[in-house]
């Protein structure tokens, strides 16, 4: 069975204090690993897809990275907006898509 | 372009009522899917559909039905509402589904409570 874990599951952070958020995930042949950004009463938005492990994808401060066995997503110094639940996602070669519980990031001004 | 649109936002029902939760997507996608979201737990997919007249059970499919009449809709129904059906329902749609892995576009979500 597909399995998604995410660490740790809250992060404080001070404004300008980069940090990194991990997924680690145990896949029947990964045909995509997904990073998705999720704000209070909104439903999640998509942020990245990773396909190889190596690969690596880049949207303002935030960057996922991706291994065999994990994906990382680094945030160089957050701001407070970038505050949220960041989602990891894993797809399948049985075409399921499994997510994990989240990581909360409470950047502090 | 409204994206992917869920109502009601906010539902209470009494244990045993039944209810519909609606979605509808304008980005003519052909893959559309419904998630419940739980207090440290995982999105986890309920039922999902890959074009109009086809749909297919996920991981948590028991006490919902759904159906798919046309591209742009798939509504969710809650036959006879328990307590633990109590949770955040979302509405996801993509170009290819499961197929492609393509990304999910996401609703705001319906908030049910059952009492």
């Known amino acids: 069975e597909d399995q998604v874990t995410q660490s740790p599951e809250a992060l404080r952070l001070q404004e300008g204090e980069s940090s990194s958020l991990n997924c680690s995930y145990t896949?029947?042949?990964?045909?995509?690993l997904f990073w998705y950004r999720q704000d209070p009463g909104k439903g999640p938005e998509f942020l990245f897809t990773?396909?190889?492990a190596g690969e690596e994808k880049e949207k303002e401060r935030l960057k996922a990275t991706l291994t065999k066995k994990e994906s990382f997503l680094h945030i160089t110094a957050p701001k407070p907006e970038d505050s949220a639940t960041y989602l990891c996602?894993?797809?399948?070669?049985?075409?399921?898509?499994?997510f994990g519980a989240g990581t909360t990031v409470t950047v502090r001004a | 372009n409204a994206g992917v649109t869920q109502t009601p936002k906010f539902q209470v029902l009494k244990t045993g009522q039944s209810m519909t939760l609606q979605c509808a997507q304008d980005?003519?996608?052909?893959?559309m899917s419904w998630y419940r979201q739980d207090p440290g737990m995982g999105l986890r997919l309920i039922h999902y559909?890959?074009?109009?007249?086809?749909?297919d059970q996920g991981e948590v499919p028991n006490g919902y039905n759904v159906s798919r009449s046309t591209t742009e809709d798939f509504p969710l129904r809650l036959l006879s509402a328990a307590p633990s059906q109590t949770s955040v329902y979302f509405c996801?749609?993509?170009?290819?589904?499961?197929?492609?892995?393509?990304?999910?576009?996401f609703g705001n979500g319906t908030r049910l409570t059952v009492t």
């Open positions: 996602a894993v797809g399948s070669n049985d075409y399921k898509l499994s």
């Open positions: 980005m003519n996608h052909e893959y």
């Open positions: 990773l396909y190889s």
């Open positions: 559909s890959v074009g109009a007249g086809i749909t």
């Open positions: 896949v029947s042949g990964l045909r995509g």
């Open positions: 996801a749609s993509s170009y290819s589904g499961l197929k492609g892995h393509s990304p999910l576009h």
